[in-house]
């Protein structure tokens, strides 16, 4: 069974640019979360989908959305981006709920100049 | 305000004996408690997790204790082997309002072989 797939691995963008990244989860896999992971702040949860709808989200600004698709995939998108935004995006999918078994996507890590 | 702290940042044990991990947390509203695993350069791995109704939850090698009365919990790995050598990262979710996901700071492990 394939894992989780995130696309692009790697971005590089100015500030003031937008930009999204997608998420495949693994097949049947219906809840996607997503975070941020940077060296100062560690481990940041940002939202998880489940059906195309919003479930959780974390203390992140309305610059960072997210949607989820029919077929479980997601896309995560960041507007306006500051040099702060600068992190490797992981995200992870599991069956039903983020709280049981999640497999996490190798990352999308992005550069922001 | 650091709702869930991982005061150890380091510990170091001998391979075949028991590696305890611990975590404080603050909020007595935590729903969920999950425990991740990070080897350098590479993105988290789900471990464990315990719901707040349960005081120990079981996966092989990896035990979670939670002691609600403390805000304590602690991620005990019987036997430790040199592959457990990794950033462990605990994690508590309140499912109130929109739902966070809050994580530690994190704690290294050394198993020495």
């Known amino acids: 069974k394939a894992g989780v797939t995130q696309t692009p691995r790697y971005l590089i963008k100015t500030r003031g640019q937008q930009v999204t990244l997608s998420c495949s989860p693994i097949?049947?896999?219906?809840?996607v979360s997503w975070y941020q992971q940077t060296p100062g702040q560690g481990l940041q949860f940002l939202f998880e989908y489940f059906s195309e709808t919003q479930r959780n989200k974390g203390n992140f600004p309305g610059r960072f959305s997210g949607r989820q698709f029919s077929n479980s995939r997601s896309e995560m998108n960041v507007s306006t981006l500051e040099l702060g935004d600068s992190a490797l995006y992981l995200c992870?999918?599991?069956?039903?709920?983020?709280?049981?078994?999640?497999?996490f996507g190798p990352g999308t890590r992005l550069t922001v100049l | 305000d650091q709702q869930v702290k991982q005061n150890s940042p380091s510990l170091s044990v001998q391979e075949g004996r028991i590696s305890i991990l611990n975590c404080d947390y603050t909020n007595s509203m935590f729903d969920y408690f999950l425990w991740y695993k990070k080897y350098p350069a590479e993105g988290p791995t789900f471990l464990i997790s315990i719901s707040s109704i349960k005081d120990k939850n079981e996966d092989g090698r990896f035990t979670v204790f939670l002691n609600k009365s403390a805000k304590h919990l602690s991620l005990h790995i019987v036997p430790s082997q040199p592959g457990d050598s990794a950033v462990y990262f605990c994690a508590a979710f309140l499912s109130s309002n929109t739902g966070k996901l809050i994580f530690g700071q994190g704690t290294t492990l050394q198993v020495k072989p």
């Open positions: 097949s049947g896999h219906r809840s």
């Open positions: 992870a999918s599991s069956l039903t709920t983020f709280t049981d078994t999640q497999y």
